[in-house]
């Protein structure tokens, strides 16, 4: 019974004398007013905690079991994960992830502050044009982009070989190498991501108050001053929030390097560009038998992105002080 | 000489040549995507590369359509439904939650909401093996409940609904909805949904996008008899490799619907992701 039906101008029929109804509504707006928030977030709540929270503590409670999905598991504390510290797949892994990482969060950070830099001139022309066309790339889906990128870094008639014929070089076999490999996975990463980043780039240089630049212009500060004394120092908290989500976009990195390798999840004949998440599905999703040991790889990766990211925290601080 | 202020702001032409490059650079490969897939097969092999686009996209996305191994209509079928429905549901279920953060009172509301923060930053990847043995338990292996279920609701949808009605509803208005004795639900369908509208559009978009594009959850429960587009076109491209212009054209069909949302509503899209940025 709704509430608007005490309130509503009256119908033909007069409303009965009787006082029933408003106690009822009292009682119900009482309990309106102090459970049904618990209505609205219960939702939330409980798809989040079963397809979600659940699943995340499930994963650390099979990393402590000798698990298969077929049923049989036996919980055997730590092994899998000292078992991972004599693991060459793991290791193996887990540089690749490091160099696809570090090829692609430095240039990118980098592009990505000389390009927020360059957008927040209060006097640019066509400011919305270029802010969309650079933050196109990342509209399009990882798998749409390796796919193209991955005809382009063909060994035969890869536009990228093409060009480096121009100039001499001789046809470089991209899935054969680490390097050659890692170059053009970090730069499928590079090319869907700088222009997100230089849009969060350019909301903190945005935040920066413009007295500042007028003031240490008076002094005569040239641009480049003004950008390492002025722009860095106050981008601090926005640069760690990047440098952050850029670790754990990187330490997951997973379709970039499948696709790359036609869908397989080793990564190259000798795993030159297997990650750290392709190997979390080689072990947890495609070999029902280590599901275990997978879910020991997915708690690793976190620690590591915790790791990381703390690291850089600290990192990204002090420099600036 | 200039004046301070002036010099301040100008623009170098350096900076106009830095620009373009970076945006041709960012759009060549999606111009390139289309140009391969409006070309013959053999068009591939030239050298130099084919610069503009040819005549030839309608063969080769009848080459996709009558290709079985990938089943690229189903996926777009799939896509549709899939994004359509947990966007709806995720705009839904955080304006209602969002809500009740922001402009309710009740028991635990600072702790569970320093529980969707904190578990935001828990990539979800963590539970996917888990998720997976899950979905076959269920018996949800290989149909859209797997893909759609787990992600009706986002700890961000929530939180950015919760940070909009924070300062774009007055407590005065619930007042007065509470006065004339509407109850909270009336209150959120009546004054609260309607004011969070600009927000829920751009979590709509942003929602929208991430379904289209999501690939490594789709692609771990989804075989390519079911697949979502993504996923569909990831087998297109193991099976014909060689066959650039079909697999081109299948991604441009994928992709340029997307981005003409994007070229539609960039302006509100970069708006929501820079003063989310800002925010958080």
Known sequence: MSLSATTAPPSPAPPPPDTAPRRRGSLLNRFDLKYSPYLYIAPFFLIFGVFQLYPMARTAWMSLHDWDMIGEHTFIGLDNYTALLSDDYFWNALVNTFGIFLLSTIPQLLLALFLANLLNRTMLRAKTFFRMAIFVPNVVSVAAVAIVFGMLFQRDFGLFNWLLSTVGVDPIDWRNQTWSSWTAIATMVNWRWTGYNTLILLAGMQAIPKDLYEAAEIDGASQWRQFWQITLPMLRPTFIFVVILSTIGGMQLFTEPLLFGNGSVIGGNQREFQTLAMYMFEKGIYNLSTAGYGAAVAWAIFMIIVLVSLINFLLVRRSAK | ?280
């Open chain 2, 1 to 280: 000489m200039i004046s301070a202020s002036q010099r301040l702001w100008r623009t170098s032409p350096l900076t106009y040549v830095a620009l373009v490059m970076a945006a041709l650079l960012s759009i060549y490969p999606l111009y390139y995507m289309v140009v391969i897939s409006t070309r013959s097969l053999d068009a591939i092999n030239d050298v130099p590369p084919p610069i503009t686009p040819g005549g030839s996209f309608g063969d080769n996305f009848g080459r996709v359509l009558e290709n079985d191994a990938a089943n690229f209509l189903t996926g777009l079928v799939n896509s549709i439904i899939v994004s359509s429905v947990v966007t709806i549901a995720v705009v839904i279920t955080g304006s209602l939650a969002g809500f009740a953060f922001a402009k309710l009172r009740f028991r635990g509301r600072n702790v569970l909401l320093l529980s969707i923060i904190v578990t935001m930053m828990i990539p979800t990847q963590m539970g996917i093996i888990p998720l997976w043995s899950m979905m076959q338990t269920l018996g949800w292996y290989d149909t859209l409940y797997a893909v759609t279920v787990p992600f009706l609701v986002t700890a961000f949808g929530v939180f950015m609904m919760r940070q909009y009605a924070m300062q774009a509803i007055s407590d005065e208005l619930i007042e007065a909805g509470r006065v004339d004795g509407a109850s909270t639900f009336r209150i959120y369908w009546n004054i609260v949904l309607p004011a969070l509208r600009p927000a829920a559009a751009v979590l709509g978009l942003l929602t929208f996008m991430e379904q289209w594009n999501s690939f490594l959850w789709p692609y771990a429960i989804l075989t390519p008899e079911n697949p979502t587009l993504q996923v569909s076109l990831s087998f297109l491209s193991y099976a014909y490799y060689t066959d650039y212009s079909q697999v081109f054209a299948a991604t441009a069909v994928g992709t340029l619907p997307l981005v003409i949302v994007f070229i539609v509503f960039g302006r509100q899209i970069i708006g929501g992701i820079m003063e989310g940025a800002v925010k958080s």
